[in-house]
């Protein structure tokens, strides 16, 4: 029986049964805890959610760590097929970049954040941090996607004398982008946790890491789980916009 990629997907999507299950089992949990200092039912959190949603503030922050997160995850994008395309070309960058790499892969997220505090406002904090977590991500894709490239193709191209930019387009695009739609699905909900973390540290003003620590320091639990919420529906809803994006670049290239 063969499984295609499509199979493959339809598979993998969430069962909206599954949700609702998990949500009743969330409000039974906060009604027998009957605390909503400690657990708030998902009624109260989708009500303060709406709440949220009529201020200007809720919006600003938004902005804030959007621009900041998905501008140093674009960052390390860029940085990661660059480094990538050169390493595949180049053993003595390829075996510099490794040690690089493991130390950013091994070091704690929280230490980053401080390390990184010391020489960047906290302003700009959650963009530095947003890159070095999705850096490694990006960088060992891509450069997997090149180096198990079909050797006899690329081969065959050259005996044949395929114009580089037909090469680019047809066989060098169509082979890595699975491996970058890999990448870019895997951090992007990395980065948001890191950069929404790197906020919670340095406490930037006018961000929804802000937002969350006020949350937390005045016991606010259905702001708290309302700001989750949000944080999860923009890394969610960016992460199917982008790859959306991506699936269409790619069949428009390939047409030509």
């Known amino acids: 029986m063969t499984f295609t990629m499509k199979d493959k997907g339809n598979r993998s999507k969430i069962k909206i049964w599954a949700v609702l299950l998990w949500l009743l089992m969330w409000e039974i949990a906060a009604r027998s805890i009957g605390q909503e200092i400690l657990l708030v039912s998902p009624a109260v959190v989708l009500?303060?959610?709406?709440?949220?949603?009529?201020?200007?503030?809720?919006?600003?922050?938004?902005?804030?760590?959007?621009?900041?997160?998905?501008?140093?995850?674009?960052?390390?994008?860029?940085?990661?097929?660059?480094?990538?395309?050169?390493?595949?070309?180049?053993?003595?960058?390829?075996?510099?970049?490794?040690?690089?790499?493991?130390?950013?892969?091994?070091?704690?997220?929280?230490?980053?954040?401080?390390?990184?505090?010391?020489?960047?406002?906290?302003?700009?904090?959650?963009?530095?941090?947003?890159?070095?977590?999705?850096?490694?991500?990006?960088?060992?894709?891509?450069?997997e996607g090149i180096e198990r490239m079909d050797g006899q193709l690329l081969e065959m191209a050259q005996v044949f004398q395929v114009p580089y930019g037909k090469r680019l387009r047809y066989i060098y695009l169509s082979q890595i982008m699975p491996f970058f739609k890999t990448a870019a699905s895997l951090s992007l909900g990395l980065c948001w946790k890191a950069g929404v973390a790197a906020e919670v540290i340095g406490i930037p003003r006018g961000s929804i890491g802000e937002k969350l620590y006020e949350a937390k320091i005045y016991l606010q639990t259905p702001d708290l789980f309302a700001w989750t919420f949000t944080i999860v529906l923009l890394s969610v809803g960016f992460e199917k916009i982008f790859l959306l994006f991506v699936d269409k670049l790619v069949k428009k290239v390939e047409r030509g």
């Open 47 to 143: 009500f303060k959610f709406l709440q949220l949603m009529l201020t200007l503030s809720f919006w600003q922050s938004i902005a804030f760590s959007l621009l900041r997160i998905i501008g140093g995850f674009l960052l390390a994008l860029c940085a990661g097929v660059i480094l990538a395309g050169i390493s595949s070309m180049n053993t003595f960058i390829k075996e510099l970049m490794r040690p690089l790499i493991a130390v950013i892969k091994a070091v704690p997220v929280a230490s980053f954040i401080i390390l990184v505090l010391i020489w960047v406002p906290s302003r700009n904090l959650s963009v530095v941090i947003s890159f070095l977590m999705v850096l490694p991500v990006v960088y060992q894709n891509i450069l």
